[in-house]
């Protein structure tokens, strides 16, 4: 579509006007050339004030026919029966779903070339003739409501066409192929002068129309319809200029309203407009957090998962996998926890196992540069703890399959992520020791410098739930290494009542054998400064200070003996952690 000066696009709206001879009534329209597409975002907010909701105050089309070859008194209705009041008898009787219409054969036939084919076809097939011939027709667009305007337009009434009805009635024009071949100033043509004009000046309307073209496939997409609205607003959200950060769109309220279909048609007209990548990806995100929610999921505690219809769930399905593959590409064009909570609906709803290698993929490239709050991902439910830990997993254990080719400093960046996350998440009285111990496991040991941070995400979560018992406590500290924990850390551990007997006995054991080895050394260097003494002090007496150096001596070997002694107890304790722990 060209982009039209608002001098030639008035024009160009005076020839359609004059050529169809269309009577065109705007409510609150007082300047039609600011209702064409604007430059900047105040004439586009101007546009939306104007085209307001309101029925009765809609963009109308006054529809006039000409040559009516019969004109009907009226059109009286009786029960689900119609019938047009005219000087010659009802000859002709249309059935539309379960109403019936009792009408005239040369009103209709002569606007319709598929009803003048049906009525005319049994006559050259010799089929008996009789005074009234019958037309079922069942799958009509708009069904007995637009059928009611179709009549009227045959018999030379007026009625009003709105951004309501007329892709209604547009697709029912074409269906019945009411075209100029057949009659001139016929009302496909009419309807499309007047859908032109829609799409071109109102930006509500557009939306109107395509909204009503849900309940009109495959005609609407058939006709175009879907694809001209797609272009209009695609065309008018990208005549704002580019927004300069990454924020909620005026158009995306807008956009929201519509269905997947329609949507993926719009984001992708955007697309090809060069819309930047972030905007889209706001867009997304904004219609996702629209028609997504723990209802949809089926997730709700008030909803059980039996009395979501199966239908339903392959609807979700099919919506989670189309936004996956309408996603933009750009590095940063979506947020990791959107990313995450698509992910999460792809787990439950059980998408296609490579769109869900895509999104953690994605996920995976962005963890380094994530903060704790992007990967929070709500649960939903009396039963549940409130992050979902397992999707972090997922993303974890992914993250690690391809660790080989990061440098540390990236891999000790996501370390700190993880213990920031598990410090947040332990805080939760419903996560369970497996879901916790999966994501402390989930980071191989030399995804950290030391394990302090680790050890207090663990103190957390043993405050947090003081009632474990004594396996599950074993179960949950099993990670911990003395060795890998700083000082600090190793005396809050001796005070911590907490944490489970065999640990802390553990961790007292070794803390001896350390002591211990700092006190021989010591003692070494204790004894290389006596003799040095001894050699200095020449009035000392020999006997004397053979004496001293014998016990000093003893007391050595003494020291080295219990050192081998507790040496071997923490290599027999380690071993059977091991062995506990495997």
């Given amino acids: 579509m060209k982009d039209l000066t608002p001098s030639k696009s008035w024009t160009l709206f005076l020839s359609i006007y004059i050529h169809f001879h269309i009577s065109i009534y705007v409510s609150k329209y007082s300047s039609p050339l600011a209702k064409f597409p604007g430059l900047d975002k105040a004439t586009m907010k101007t546009l939306d004030s104007e085209s307001v909701l309101s029925e009765g105050k809609l963009n109308r089309c006054v529809v006039l026919p000409v040559n009516v070859p019969i004109v009907a008194d009226s059109l009286k209705r009786k029960n689900q029966n119609w019938f047009a009041r005219a000087s010659s008898v009802n000859d002709l009787i249309i059935q539309v779903g379960d109403s019936t219409f009792h009408l005239h054969k040369l009103a209709m036939v002569s606007r319709s ?40 337009f045959c018999y030379g009434w007026k009625f009003d066409v709105t951004p309501s009805n007329i892709s209604s009635l547009y697709c029912a024009a074409n269906f019945l192929e009411m ?10 043509s009419k309807t499309e002068s007047f859908f032109s004009f829609l799409i071109l000046t109102s930006w509500k309307d557009t939306f109107r129309i395509l909204k009503n073209c849900e309940s009109l496939s495959p005609w609407a997409k058939e006709l175009q319809l879907v694809k001209r609205c797609s272009e209009a607003i695609a065309w008018k959200a990208c005549a704002v200029p580019k927004l300069e950060t990454r924020t909620d769109a005026w158009w995306f309220e807008d956009v929201s309203l519509l269905r997947i279909d329609h949507f993926i048609e719009v984001i992708q007209f955007i697309k090809k407009r060069g819309m930047r990548s972030e905007i889209i990806g706001s867009c997304i995100e904004f219609w996702t957090l629209k028609w997504f929610s723990k209802v949809t999921l089926g997730l709700d505690p008030n909803v059980k998962h039996e009395h979501v219809t199966i239908q339903l769930i392959k609807l979700h399905k099919v919506t989670t996998e189309c936004l996956i593959k309408m996603l933009p590409t750009e590095e940063n064009s979506v947020s990791c926890n959107f990313l995450l909570h698509v992910l999460k609906a792809g787990m439950v709803l059980k998408i296609n196992h490579e769109l869900m290698c895509v999104l953690q993929r994605r996920v995976v490239l962005m963890l380094e540069q994530c903060c704790v709050q992007d990967l929070l991902v709500k649960n939903y439910g009396d039963e549940s703890s409130l992050y979902d830990v397992d999707v972090v997993v997922k993303v974890l254990q992914s993250y690690v399959c391809g660790t080989s080719s ?20 332990a805080r939760d009285r419903k996560l369970k020791v497996e879901g916790f111990k999966l994501l402390v496991e989930a980071l191989p040991q030399n995804a950290r410098e030391c394990d302090d941070n680790l050890y207090s995400a663990i103190d957390m979560y043993l405050k947090a739930h003081p009632y474990l018992t004594e396996e599950d406590r074993e179960n949950v500290c099993s990670v911990l290494e003395y060795h890998r924990l700083s000082q600090e850390a190793r005396k809050h551990v001796m005070k911590n009542d907490r944490l489970p007997m065999k640990l802390s006995t553990q961790f007292v054991l070794l803390e001896q054998v350390n002591t211990s080895w700092t006190m021989a050394s ?9 003799q040095t003494n001894i050699r200095i002090s020449k009035d000392i007496e020999k006997r004397q200070m053979s004496q001293e150096i014998k016990v000093m001596r003893k007391d050595v070997e003494m020291m080295k003996s219990q050192l081998v002694n507790l040496n071997t107890c923490k290599m027999k304790l380690q071993k059977k952690m091991k062995i506990c722990t495997s």
Avoid: C, M, W
């Fill in 179 to 188: 075209s100029e071949d057949i009659e001139t100033e016929n009302l496909i």
């Fill in 113 to 152: 070339e598929y009803l003048n084919r049906l009525v005319f076809q049994r006559r050259s097939n010799n089929e008996e003739h009789s005074r009234i011939d019958t037309i079922q027709i069942d799958n009509l667009p708009g069904g007995r409501k637009t059928f009611e305007l179709v009549v009227k």
């Fill in 406 to 425: 990061n440098s540390a400093a990236k891999v000790h960046s996501v370390g700190r992520l993880v213990d920031g996350y598990l410090s947040q998440v």
């Fill in 522 to 530: 010591n003692g070494f260097n204790y004894q290389r400064k006596t």
